[in-house]
């Protein structure tokens, strides 16, 4: 099977910058992290550990519950360094916006002039880094950093290799989604090969949920609204609804006969944020580029400033002028 990323020239300036320039990393990712965006930042550093260069991983957010069983989760530092930082790895991110602090990644840019590596597998990526490796065709940066760690035969352990198996699952829906291909099926062999404890991260990612859980979701069903002419469904979450260790939209989904879905969920500070899901044909990544979201054209996210009701309203009006 051929290797999929055809800038070799560019594998081999990270290989050279990582191995004989980087003494001090800093990796991220996106905010509100999911377990692509953790489990790769987490693998990352399992690599740079072997080779001993100094490198944190940086998330101001809290994690949700099911990341918290990663390995090595509770190495992640809750602040940015403030000691010079040489190197930035920016992971599952299409741009500087999408980290939680963008203030303080910038001023670190301003003040240190790392070298910035930007890994990811989003379409509307800036390539705002030094060394861009952005691959829309891959399934998650989890199997992204699979296919780079192996071209470049660094050492994948088995801790590394769960964290990059728990990143494919995550962002395939569990091997389910469009984005699955031969190639990522053969990642995820190699990745059990080399000692992912897959059974055991599926139990306590999928399978160890909160009763809590289940009453979002109980809420959720109450307040769904289906279009069953235009097939469109969304549902609506009050800022009182309990916290879940499941996406609403990953259970709304699952409905027939609806194509695209969206989750409003109200949030601190006057935002309401949105989850958009398609399955198939409706770009939910253009239509929430308009509110000055993003995503992939099957997967999107938006947040906005206004009630729950408000947004709500906008938003459906839109779609419905759309679909
Ligand atoms: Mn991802």
Not at 72 to 83: E, L, R, V
Request: proline residues 4%; contains cysteine; charged residues 20%.
């Amino acid at each position: 099977m051929p290797f999929p990323i055809s800038e070799q020239e560019t594998l081999e300036t990270l290989k050279s910058w990582v191995r004989s320039q980087a003494q001090s990393i800093l990796i991220t990712g996106h905010k509100d992290p999911d377990i692509d965006a953790i489990g790769s930042c987490i693998a990352f550093k399992k690599v740079l550990d072997t080779f001993a260069i100094p490198n944190i991983v940086w998330f101001e957010d809290s994690l949700e519950t099911y990341a918290t069983h990663l390995p090595s989760s509770n190495q992640i530092k809750k602040t940015i360094p403030t000691y010079p930082i040489d190197t930035l790895i920016i992971l599952d991110s299409p741009h500087l916006g999408r980290i939680r602090n963008q203030a303080a990644i910038e001023s670190l840019i301003q003040r240190f002039k790392p070298m910035v590596i930007n890994i990811d597998h989003h379409p509307d990526n800036t390539l705002f880094g030094n060394i861009n490796i952005v691959k829309p065709g891959i399934s998650s940066v989890g199997e992204l950093l699979f296919h780079i760690f192996s071209y470049l035969n660094w050492p994948i352990s088995s801790e590394t290799a769960s964290c990059l198996y728990a990143a494919i699952s995550f962002d395939t829906g569990r091997f389910l989604f469009s984005n699955v291909t031969e190639r990522t099926f053969l990642s995820a062999s190699k990745l059990l090969r080399a000692g992912a404890k897959a059974y055991e991260l599926s139990q306590k990612m999928y399978e160890n949920k909160t009763l809590q859980t289940f009453d979002l979701i109980q809420i959720a069903l109450s307040r769904m609204v289906i279009d069953n002419k235009k097939r469109f469904a969304y549902t609506t979450l009050p800022i009182d609804a309990p916290e879940g260790e499941m996406k609403v939209i990953d259970f709304i989904r699952q409905l027939g006969g609806i194509d695209v879905f969206v989750v409003f969920s109200e949030s601190k500070n006057g935002e309401v944020k949105l989850n958009l899901r398609s399955k198939g044909g409706f770009n939910v990544s253009k239509f929430a580029a308009q509110f000055g979201g993003g995503g992939h054209a099957l997967a999107a996210g938006i947040t906005m400033q206004g009630t729950l009701e408000e947004v709500t309203q906008t938003i459906i009006q839109q779609l419905d002028q759309c679909l």
